[in-house]
């Protein structure tokens, strides 16, 4: 099953080749997998600073966020 999006001018799709509901009651592997975001450049700029003063990541905030957001809207 494919989740699809409706688009101004096509429908795009995500994750044809997989049974969406394996996806969603899949268990973790603990295989690492990679994520790419656009940011506008100038807030790629003021996040690595920020995260460079903080002496951590990009990588480990964003993990943090989503983790955040998994355990108020997963499921």
Do not use: Y
């Not at 994750?15 to 973790?28: A, C, S, Y």
């Not at 975001?37 to 920020?50: G, L, M, S, T």
């Amino acid at each position: 099953m494919a989740l699809t999006k409706q688009h101004t001018s096509k429908t795009m799709s995500f994750g044809e080749h997989r049974d969406l509901e394996k996806v969603i009651h899949n268990t973790p592997s603990g295989k690492q997998k990679r994520v790419n975001v656009n940011f506008d450049e100038e807030i790629h700029i003021r996040f690595k600073a920020a995260c460079a003063k903080k002496s951590t990541s990009i990588t480990e905030v964003i993990k943090d966020l989503v983790d955040n957001w998994l355990k108020e809207n997963d499921r």
